[in-house]
């Protein structure tokens, strides 16, 4: 079993900067992809940005340029960097671990967290 605590999420004034962080604890060595989904009111889940344990991401069109995903082996930690917010962002924000490839089905994702709230003012 692996265990995914985020945090970091808040409230922002447009243009604004976040990062979040998603801290896995357990069964880690099962793990190759970490990604960022979110989930706005009213609207289906989404990929944000995933990476594989060698380093290749794969990023929503929406989020291009603005947020980075990155993470720290050593640590069992991936964070979100995201910069530019824009009200549309605003969501619950959801770290997911995944055994399989970098462009895996949210389905396949085997473990999530609780969720951390993104809330950007215009």
């Known amino acids: 079993q692996v265990q995914l605590v985020e945090s970091g999420g808040g409230l922002v004034q447009a243009g604004g900067s976040l990062r979040l962080s998603c801290a896995a604890s357990?069964?880690?060595?099962?793990?190759?992809?970490m990604g960022w989904y979110r989930q706005a009111p009213g609207k289906q889940r989404e990929l944000v940005a995933a990476?594989?344990?060698?380093?290749?991401?794969n990023y929503s069109d929406s989020v291009k340029g603005r947020f980075t995903i990155s993470r720290d082996n050593a640590k069992n930690t991936v964070y979100l960097q995201m910069n530019s917010l824009k009200p549309e962002d605003t969501a619950v924000y959801y770290c997911?671990?995944?055994?399989?490839?970098?462009?895996?089905?949210?389905?396949?994702?085997?473990?999530w967290g609780q969720g951390t709230q993104v809330t950007v003012s215009s």
């Open positions: 997911a671990a995944a055994r399989g490839v970098l462009k895996v089905a949210e389905t396949d994702y085997d473990y």
């Open positions: 357990g069964s880690t060595f099962s793990i190759n992809v």
């Open positions: 990476m594989t344990n060698d380093g290749s991401t």
